[in-house]
T-cell receptor, first 107, second 112 residues
Framework: KNEVEQSPQNLTAQEGEFITINCSYSVGISALHWLQQHPGGGIVSLFM???GKKKHGRLIATINIQEKHSSLHITASHPRDSAVYIC?????????FGTGTSLTVIP | DGGITQSPKYLFRKEGQNVTLSCEQN?????MYWYRQDPGQGLRLIYY???????QKGDIAEGYSVSREKKESFPLTVTSAQKNPTAFYLC???????????FGPGTRLLVL
């Protein structure tokens, strides 16, 4: 079973392009999370959201609770955005993770 | 600075050997987690603890053991019963009732 599905699995973009990563989930949730994992392996939390939209710099995250779908957008992409982006959902203290989207931004 | 530390960064295990991975946090978080990450797969939960002296098995607990004697510390032992231990191990914590997870830098375990 896979409660969280991400697409695409891999994504290559030219610097400056607008990027969208999608996440669908099949379980009830209290929150959805977008995480970033750099090549060294460390993971940082980008967003936690339960409704609507959040923005931080060039990153925008949206969620549609009825459709059980979320998107992560990166505007004006830059090579330093190259990383694996992971979608996760939570219910209380339980977390379920997608397999990640590997993004490469070419100068 | 508050955060989560894991050590060592790389760990080598010989056949039949138990090894222990360290995880320490100074965020005063109640809940701590151990995840395993394999290529092409999402993070999978090994064990979690919501309070000192209490922990629960996750989806892939076989071959692993944990302890939670102190709030700050949640070490993971990979026992000889774990037949495929090569993976990247991540420790995380979250405030009880809060839902943003903070991750350590990870430990990469390799079998010799």
């Amino acid at each position: 079973k896979n409660e969280v599905e991400q697409s695409p699995q891999n994504l290559t973009a030219q610097e400056g392009e607008f990027i969208t990563i999608n996440c669908s989930y099949s379980v009830g949730i209290s929150a959805l999370h977008w995480l970033q994992q750099h090549p060294g392996g460390g993971i940082v939390s980008l967003f936690m959201l339960s409704s609507g939209k959040k923005k931080h710099g060039r990153l925008i995250a949206t969620i549609n609770i009825q459709e059980k779908h979320s998107s992560l957008h990166i505007t004006a992409s830059h090579p330093r955005d190259s990383a694996v982006y992971i979608c996760a959902v939570s219910w209380g203290n339980q977390f379920y993770f997608g397999t990640g989207t590997s993004l490469t931004v070419i100068p | 600075d508050g955060g989560i530390t894991q050590s060592p960064k790389y760990l080598f295990r010989k056949e039949g050997q138990n090894v222990t991975l360290s995880c320490e946090q100074n965020l005063n978080h109640d809940a701590m987690y151990w995840y395993r990450q394999d290529p092409g797969q999402g993070l999978r939960l090994i064990y979690y603890s919501q309070i000192v002296n209490d922990f629960q098995k996750g989806d892939i607990a076989e071959g692993y053991s944990v302890s939670r004697e102190k709030k700050e510390s949640f070490p993971l032992t990979v026992t000889s019963a774990q037949k495929n231990p090569t993976a990247f191990y991540l420790c995380a914590s979250t405030q009880r009732g809060g839902e943003t997870q903070y991750f350590g830098p990870g430990t990469r375990l390799l079998v010799l």
